[in-house]
């Protein structure tokens, strides 16, 4: 019998972490003999070889990715009351923001394939209020950016691209024209936590825009609204990346194309395992995007999730589900505009998803024992 030799994991940091020691240690050591803790160098230098990464003019650090897109919404000068639409299937940090900011959410639907925000359920949302869209990348694949920001120039609204599943992924324009997620709307924004695809061994996250006055905002409004020391044109934010975490991420960028390679190959695994099962959905692949597989994620079809989920859990699987609750039936989401059944896609996904192990460390034994498991159970 197949048994796994080491401890299953949702992320193999350690493991990802032990090829790449030497490297860290040493960056994390001259960090500490600089003493630039702060806005050092490195942060600096991850700055621009994150821009020429992802062929974008600008990135600004920050301190994570929930501050991220709330400094995005500053910058666009969104007001108490304008709406902002949404994905309902997200995590929370989202719409949190845009609670926070004293802006109206309006969630929408998404695709039950890609599970990326469905255009005509955009459209339908839009209002004389509507002021912004937040695509999500949800699980490491673009939103359909091309038809999305056709329908925001139409109706003259910003578009803040969440980018913290989906880095590294290439989005590719029905011309071919190929261009980096996150790269695409006037700002995106990712999030370095450490289980994101570029993570941090702390908190982190950055913007990125094209657009030279928007990044000289943001940089203010992340800075407590100032450019020059003491002088505060807006109210802002203290939010920054610290150096120690720059450093690391500089080298992690550095691996950022083999470990999405990495997550492919796993990918690629679960799928020729599940594909034609009449219980399992594969995740659906959009024409116009890479998948980096932040997560690997099943649509199951009459299957008992929780009892799935034990017999995994039995084996050393682990197995999560994201996300369990749409926001419109969250707590603290609760609107009187909307009520159960209103967004029947997202609903079933919630009542019907299953996230397996995927991370830039799992080897073939690990990724049979894991399918076979989930095989077993469906038998
Ligand atoms: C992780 C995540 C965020 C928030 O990033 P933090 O760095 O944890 O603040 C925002 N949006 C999505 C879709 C995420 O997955």
Redesign the pocket.
């Given at each position: 019998m197949a048994t796994a030799t080491k401890k299953i994991q949702m992320v193999d940091l350690a493991g990802q972490y032990e090829k790449i020691k030497t490297e860290i240690d040493n960056a994390i050591a001259s960090v500490l003999h600089s003493a630039a803790f702060i806005n050092g160098p490195e942060v600096k230098s991850f700055q621009v070889e994150l821009e020429k990464y992802l062929g974008v003019k600008h990135v600004i650090p920050c301190a994570?990715?929930?501050?991220a897109?709330q400094i995005a919404m500053m910058a666009l000068g969104l007001k108490h009351g304008d709406e902002v639409i949404t994905s309902n299937f997200?995590?929370v940090?989202?719409a949190e923001v845009i609670g926070l900011l004293g802006l109206t959410p309006v969630l929408v639907d998404v695709y039950p394939g890609t599970f990326t925000l469905n255009i005509a359920a955009i459209e339908k949302a839009i209002t004389p209020k509507t002021k912004a869209i937040v695509p999500?990348h949800?699980f490491g694949q673009c939103a359909e950016m091309e038809e999305l920001m056709a329908l925001a120039k139409k109706h003259h609204l910003y578009v803040i691209e969440?980018n913290?599943?989906a880095i590294g992924a290439d989005y590719k324009y029905t011309d071919d024209k190929t261009v980096k997620a996150g790269t695409i709307g006037h700002f995106g924004t990712t999030?370095?936590?450490p289980s994101?695809n570029l993570g941090g061994y702390g908190?982190g996250?950055a913007l990125f825009t094209n657009d030279d006055e928007l990044a000289k905002k943001a940089r203010s409004i992340a800075n407590h609204g100032s450019t020059v020391q003491y002088y505060h044109d807006d109210i802002g934010v203290n939010s920054r990346l610290d150096s120690i975490q720059a450093a690391i991420l500089r080298i992690k960028l550095r691996h950022l194309n083999e470990y999405c390679a990495a997550r492919q190959k796993a990918a690629a695994y679960y799928d020729k395992a599940f594909a034609n099962h009449p219980q399992i959905k594969i995740p659906e692949r959009s024409k116009h995007s890479t998948h980096v597989f932040h997560q690997y994620t099943l649509v199951l079809h009459n299957v008992d999730r929780t009892k799935l989920r034990e017999h995994l859990a039995a084996k050393g699987i682990p197995a999560m589900i994201y996300y369990p609750v749409p926001l419109h039936l969250q707590k603290a989401y609760k609107d009187a505009r909307y009520k159960e059944g209103d967004f029947p896609v997202t609903e079933m996904l919630c009542a019907s998803v299953l996230s397996l192990p995927i991370h830039t460390e799992l080897d073939e034994e690990t990724l049979k024992f894991i399918t076979d498991s989930v095989l077993e159970f469906l038998k």
């Open positions: 994570n990715g929930t501050d897109l997200t995590f940090a989202t999500v949800l969440d913290a599943q999030s370095f936590f994101k908190d996250g």
